[in-house]
């Protein structure tokens, strides 16, 4: 099992509709949580950071974190064509330093 | 620039050459990662420096891989008798957090290299 998992999509939205992107984790400790978002040829940068459970949103952003299952999303409101990336989810281990991202969700955005 | 800085930015090695990477963190950042990403894959952690500690190399994939640090802030990672399956790119970031506060890493360009 790997320590990151995420579906490699790709995911196909509309333009404004909302994009959901999925994560789970196997280290029952971890601490951070993170989507970094990473276009072709680039690097990644972030999105949204996460630490508590429930929900976090900035812009059309929501970021959510169930420790209990293990699991973290990715909501993308009004979906433009620009946001056609790939996603990755990073979560920060037991210790809190090493950081381990998932192999990252394709997004596609149709205008 | 204030960002983190990577060179080269490619890399073409015959099968058997060393090959050395270089990542300038951002100044002040005292936590540096390697990571190796292949294409169409997430990034693969390959080591961990806090300071000129290297405090996790668990993700380096065999003993041909030596990262250093030695004055805590400019790092190199360096590859021996390079290999076909060493090709990827290989990114640097660097991050203010100290132990314990899992933050924001900043991330390099990257250095794409590519054993024939």
């Known amino acids: 099992q790997k320590e990151v998992e995420q579906n490699s999509g790709p995911l196909s939205v509309p333009e404004g509709a909302i994009a959901s992107l999925n994560c789970t984790y196997s280290d029952r400790g971890s601490q951070s949580f993170f989507w970094y978002r990473q276009y072709s040829g680039k690097s990644p940068e972030l999105i949204m950071f996460?630490?508590?459970?429930g929900d976090k949103e900035d812009g059309r952003f929501t970021a959510q974190l169930n420790k209990a299952s293990q699991y973290v999303s990715l909501l993308i409101r009004d979906s433009q064509p620009s946001d056609s990336a790939t996603y990755l989810c990073?979560?920060?281990?037991?210790?809190?330093?090493?950081?381990?991202f998932g192999a990252g969700t394709r997004l596609f955005v149709k205008a | 620039g204030a960002g983190v800085s990577q060179s080269p930015r490619y890399k073409v090695a015959k099968r058997g050459q060393d090959v050395a990477l270089r990542c300038d963190p951002i100044s002040g950042h005292v936590s540096l990662f390697w990571y190796q990403q292949a294409l169409g894959q997430g990034p693969e952690f390959l080591t961990y420096f806090q300071n000129e500690a290297q405090l996790d190399k668990s993700g380096l994939p065999s003993d041909r891989f030596f990262a250093e640090r030695p004055e805590g802030s400019v790092s190199t990672l360096k590859i021996q008798r390079t290999q076909q399956e060493d090709s990827a790119v290989y990114l640097c970031?660097?991050?203010?957090?100290?132990?314990?506060?899992?933050?924001?890493?900043?991330f390099g360009e990257g250095s794409r290299l590519t054993v024939l």
């Open positions: 996460i630490y508590s459970n």
């Open positions: 970031a660097s991050s203010l957090g100290w132990r314990g506060q899992g933050g924001e890493l900043f």
């Open positions: 990073a979560v920060t281990g037991t210790g809190g330093f090493k950081t381990i």
